[in-house]
């Protein structure tokens, strides 16, 4: 069932189930504009199933979502891009899928995201980092006043990783939303407003920043105390 | 050299890729070694052929008196007139028409003349009429007491063998396209497909494939234009009935070229059956040889595949530049077959939507 809601991303008591395997087990929460909400859990707690519900690529069997009238860029888990078509080209035609006005924000995303040097490069024949950068521009293309990202830091590098966090934190600061999922809080534990842990397809923590603590190893921590030490990276 | 552990790694690999090795090692072969029955006989024994009055004083009796002395290389197939029995010469439904006079059964002298027509642009079929001429003589002469004369007619313009095939050869070069191409095509973008679905749709990115690969189809079309004209052929390439047929026929294989690949949720084994389809079109959909001269089951076969009437009307539009009207059927129904085709395609869309979430 979806409702409409104008302003904020909302789900309320999700589930989704494959065969007798329960990936979402009533899940709740809420996407707020002028945050960074990231949602945390180990691999295979049901992160990339909720994503993708958000998304609208996989139906839910179970519970109510309400989408804000609001653009909406999506930074995927496996970049999705065109691999035949350079990376140029493929901010070419997906800007003029999304129909992007011509104001400069565009260049000022290649920019942040250091693409201009490989501008010009087949999207299937760049790195792991460059091709994780070409999705998130990609997101990013729009302006979007909701941006989803899944597991948006992996495979950049550390000035690459610190250079995106700040971009995102200002990105939320300005007013949009920012919803991450990733499962290594500790990148995040300095820029986050508001985490959500999942595990086994239920959250298990929902806290503002003002709630938690700012150390990096505390909240590492109290991650690990949550869902166990499988996926817990230490800052 | 360590063989054994990679050996093995073989072994597993192919238990992963077990579809696509089935394709290929079971269903290709079977397929193949299956269709050497639809090749029969190396002269036409049993094409058919339309049996006709040449005037309204023809009885039942003539007829069937000419039905039993042309079975021997014919399946003959009685006509109510000329003008229909002609018209289905000219679409392949008959390869060629024997006019009967009157009085066949109750003659018991003098002579009778018998006409038998045949399509000059076929021209596979042009020597080999010359012989089912003289056979036809010799049949009707040992069934019937009387002198008979049958004389052969060539109807439509003839044409050289290079002139005959260009048609099927250019029908070649789409069937490829479609069946190798947008497949690979559908494929090698499949990483970019959750952001179509995001930003767009599976549908959207489907029919703009299409209708850009239709339009490629314009350029082969161009080039055989141009050899037609510098070798002097006598060949309508750009006739509308030619071009309307060849660009439904292709928008019809691609349909189920990407049907195939969504089916199969774009996996090595969906690129082989693409290739399978192709290899049994060739070989069961009559698209390179007239059906007529093959045995029944393929003919059978080969008249159950809506592009084998594409073919045919391309074949016909260029080397005869009939009127579109004469094919009016066959074009409505490649439509309605594409367009159900179509439909397939949404089906196999929404199928590939409902695997991935």
């Known amino acids: 069932m979806i409702a409409n809601a104008p302003q904020t991303l909302t789900v309320k008591n999700l589930r989704r189930e494959y065969g007798p395997v329960v990936a979402l087990d009533g899940v709740s929460l809420a996407v707020e504009p002028g945050t960074l909400h990231c949602l945390v859990g180990p691999n295979g707690s049901g992160k990339t199933t909720l994503f ?3 998304l609208g690529l996989t139906q839910p069997t179970g519970g109510v979502i309400s989408r804000p009238e609001a653009t909406v860029g999506v930074g995927f888990q496996r970049p999705s891009w065109y691999p035949d078509l350079t990376v140029a080209e493929n901010l070419h035609v997906f800007g003029r899928l999304m129909d992007v006005p011509a104001d400069g924000w565009q260049e000022y995303v290649v920019d942040v995201l250091g693409l201009d040097r490989v ?30 990202l899944d597991e948006p830091l992996a495979d950049l590098d550390d000035v690459s990783e610190s250079q995106f966090l700040d971009f995102l934190a200002s990105y939320a600061g300005a007013g949009n939303a920012v919803f991450v999922s990733t499962h290594r809080i500790a990148d995040f534990a300095t820029v986050l407003d508001r985490v959500t ?23 590492t921590e109290m991650y690990t105390e949550l869902v166990g030490p499988t996926d817990a990276k230490s800052p | 050299m360590r063989l054994r552990p990679l050996l093995r ?49 023809v009885s039942d009796a003539d007829l069937s008196v000419v039905e039993g002395a042309v079975t021997f290389f014919s399946d003959p197939v009685r006509y109510e007139s000329t003008e229909h029995a002609l018209e289905d010469l000219r679409r392949e439904s008959v390869y ?10 109750a003659q018991s002298d003098g002579r009778l003349e018998f ?5 000059g642009s076929l021209v596979p079929f042009r020597e080999t009429s010359k012989a089912i001429t003289s056979i036809a003589n010799a049949r009707l002469s040992a069934a019937l007491p009387v002198d008979v004369r049958v004389t052969r007619t060539v109807l439509e313009p003839t044409h050289t063998l290079p002139e005959f095939l260009m048609p099927l050869l250019l029908f070649g070069v789409i069937t490829l396209f479609a069946f190798t191409y947008v497949p690979y095509n559908l494929a090698a973008e499949r990483t970019a497909l959750d952001r179509i679905r995001t930003e767009s749709s599976l549908e959207a990115l489907a029919v703009s494939k299409l209708l850009f690969f239709t339009a490629l189809m314009s350029i082969p079309v161009g080039i055989f234009w141009v050899v037609a004209r510098q070798f002097e052929y006598s060949l309508a390439v750009l006739t509308p009935g030619a071009i309307a047929a060849l660009f439904v026929s292709f928008l019809l294989m691609s349909i189920v070229a990407m049907t195939i690949m969504f089916l199969s949720r774009f996996s090595t084994t969906g690129r082989f059956l693409n290739v399978l389809v192709l290899f049994g079109l060739f070989a069961l959909g009559g698209l390179i040889y007239p059906v007529g001269f093959f045995s ?48 397939g395609l949404e089906l196999s869309i929404i199928a590939y939507r409902r695997w991935i979430s």
């Open chain 1, 52 to 54: 993708r519900i958000l």
């Open chain 1, 119 to 148: 501008r010009h490069r087949r999207a299937g024949a760049l790195s792991g980092g460059y091709a994780k950068k070409l999705d998130l521009a990609l997101a990013l293309l729009k302006r979007p006043r909701f941006l989803l």
């Open chain 1, 197 to 219: 842990v999942l595990d086994h397809g239920r959250v298990v923590f929902d806290e503002t920043s003002e709630e938690l603590t700012t150390d990096d190893r505390s909240m």
């Open chain 2, 9 to 57: 790694k073989e072994l597993v690999w192919s238990k992963r890729n077990l579809a696509a090795l089935i394709v290929l090692l079971v269903v290709v072969p079977a397929v193949f070694a299956g269709a050497s029955v639809a090749f029969q006989t190396v002269v036409p024994t049993d094409m058919p052929v339309a049996v006709v009055g040449a005037g309204e004083n």
């Open chain 2, 96 to 105: 060629a028409v024997i006019e009967i006079p009157s009085g066949v059964a």
């Open chain 2, 115 to 119: 006409v038998l027509h045949v399509d």
């Open chain 2, 296 to 343: 029944p089951l393929r003919r059978a076969i080969a008249r159950l595949v809506p592009v084998h009437y594409g073919m045919i009307v391309v074949r016909s539009a260029m080397l005869k530049d009939l009127p579109l009207s004469l094919f009016t059927d066959w074009l409505v129904g490649l439509v309605i077959v594409t367009v159900l085709a179509g439909a």
